[in-house]
């Protein structure tokens, strides 16, 4: 049990938070998942809700910015003529 005033308040929002972040989270796994296919409406919705996710705190913004570095790269590859 919490033992100060203001412990007890964030036993409450505890709860209420990571519901609203798992939300979030398991969106961009989905998203992520979905742009295997490369498609271009799919990878701007993914690069949104990371950016998203990161102002509100819910991923940390360096994690953030490597998976859109990492999607870029694969994107380009994707687009990329194939060399012999």
Not at 12 to 34: A, E, M
Not at 51 to 68: L, P, Q
Request: positive net charge.
């Amino acid at each position: 049990m919490a033992n100060t005033k203001s412990a007890s308040k964030r036993a409450r929002q505890s709860p209420r938070r990571t519901l609203r972040n798992r939300s979030v989270t398991t969106n961009i796994r989905s998203l992520t998942k979905r742009n295997a296919s490369g498609k271009a409406e799919d990878t701007r919705a993914l690069i949104s809700a990371l950016d998203k996710a990161a102002k509100r705190g819910i991923i940390h913004k360096n994690v953030a910015n490597r998976r859109k570095a990492r999607l870029n790269k694969a994107t380009a590859k994707a687009a990329a003529p194939a060399s012999s």
